[in-house]
Nanobody
């Protein structure tokens, strides 16, 4: 099954920003508009959690811990979903993944975010 591709992670100081990208491979670009995308994260020793979603109508939702700091958006022409992360905290450190939250696909490799001074 074709996986979405995450990128944009890295090492950032507390209070900093990162923008993550979730791209649809060429083989599924024609159905990208049908995907309801969620950004998930998994910290060491913890379960994977859903942090932000955007559905096919563009409606967004966030878990409480990231409200006001993270913003999810979609560019249908580029077949990419973004997660803008501002005011990052050490507890945001995790591997971030994207997937269809209504009909999950196989998980991609994720992108590592480390928030540390």
């Amino acid at each position: 099954q074709v996986r979405l591709v995450e990128s944009g992670g890295g090492l950032v100081q507390p209070g900093g920003s990162l923008r993550l990208s979730c791209a649809a491979p060429r083989t599924i670009t024609s159905v990208f508009w049908t995907l309801n995308i969620g950004w998930y994260r998994q910290a060491p020793g913890k379960q994977r959690e859903l942090v932000a979603t955007i559905d096919t109508s563009g409606r967004t939702n966030y878990t409480d811990s990231v409200k006001g700091r993270f913003a999810i958006s979609k560019n249908n022409s580029r077949k990419t979903v973004y997660l803008q992360m501002n005011s990052l905290k050490p507890e945001d450190t995790a591997v971030y993944y994207c997937n269809d939250f209504q009909t999950p696909r196989d998980w991609g490799r994720g992108t590592q975010v480390i928030v540390s001074s």
